[in-house]
């Protein structure tokens, strides 16, 4: 698009440091191989491997999420991060072949989420795309249910995550009806341009939403963290500014993420079939020949 030969957007320079400290690692490149180089330490000082009890080592490369978030998924500097992460890997897995022995050690690598591609971007190719104010929709929220319920202050606390969290201190205090409430919300939240989908979390699956997309604000709810009205945007919007991009919803370009095992136990092939992030641990799990964890909910992929 109209960008593509400009220079990029964060060249790494002096001021970065004084500015962020140590932080700044995490929003470059290095901040990956820093990662790799205290895995290797880690396998080192601890002799993960070195006898005949199974190690679990898990390495978790962040750069690439906040260097997304910083700058979208088409970057030229989203692209130089995972070509020097793949160079990371690639060192990595020799030093493990060499540590530890080739066929004496599983590798699975996925990721927690994948990205849509910034709504800006998106708008100047065409696509319906935009951005969603959660403070802006807090406030309206709060204007509207002042007129029903005045003098007893702000009903509702803050819109975050695609969920509403209400001050229900004051909603108990002031002996209101929660449930009501509730519903002037979502009432008022389907009425916005940019929501498909609104819900009391508590009443999600009477809804008329599609099955997928229902089932996954289930498998999200936590009576004891999570909100009490769940928010479906439409595709390709999201809360978040003009540059970079977010993530935190149910469409495929949030939900479609790697999944790769390679080492001791597995056969080559692939498959197209439904898998989730939740079936790494059950899978792990009969790898091992162990019991699943107590809150494991997934199946194994074999």
Request: aromatic residues 8%; negative net charge.
């Amino acid at each position: 698009c109209r960008f593509a030969s400009k220079i990029p957007l964060n060249p790494i320079g002096c001021g970065f440091e004084e500015k962020y400290g140590y932080s700044i690692i995490r929003k470059t490149p290095f901040g990956n191989s820093l990662t790799i180089d205290l895995a290797k330490a880690a396998i080192d000082g601890e002799q993960l491997g070195a006898d005949d009890e199974t190690d679990l080592l898990a390495v978790s490369c962040s750069s690439t999420d906040y260097i997304g978030h910083q700058v979208g998924t088409h970057a030229v500097e989203t692209e130089d991060t995972y070509l020097r992460l793949d160079k990371a890997i690639a060192d990595f897995l020799s030093y493990l072949d060499e540590k530890v022995g080739k066929g004496n050690y599983l590798v699975f690598l996925s990721a927690d989420h994948g990205a849509m591609n910034n709504a800006r971007f998106l708008q100047d190719c065409r696509i319906p795309a935009g951005n969603w104010d959660g403070d802006a929709v807090a406030e309206k929220l709060n204007q509207t249910l002042a007129q029903e319920y005045p003098n007893v202050g702000n009903l509702v606390k803050t819109v975050m995550n695609y969920q509403v969290f209400f001050n229900r201190n004051i909603i108990k205090k002031n002996k209101l009806d929660f449930a009501k409430i509730k519903q002037s919300v979502v009432d008022v939240l389907k009425e916005d341009c940019c929501v498909q989908y609104a819900c009391d979390m508590e009443k999600t699956m009477t809804e008329s939403i599609p099955e997928d997309v229902k089932m996954r604000i289930v498998n999200g709810y936590n009576r004891e963290r999570s909100g009490d009205v769940a928010i479906v945007l439409k595709p390709n919007f999201y809360a978040h500014g003009m540059k970079g991009t977010d993530h935190g919803e149910w469409n495929p370009y949030d939900t479609h993420i790697p999944l790769i095992f390679m080492g001791c136990g597995i056969q080559h092939g692939a498959t197209t079939r439904q898998t989730f992030m939740t079936d790494i641990v059950p899978t792990i799990a009969a790898l091992l020949h162990v019991q699943a964890p107590n809150g494991c909910v997934g199946q194994p992929i074999f």
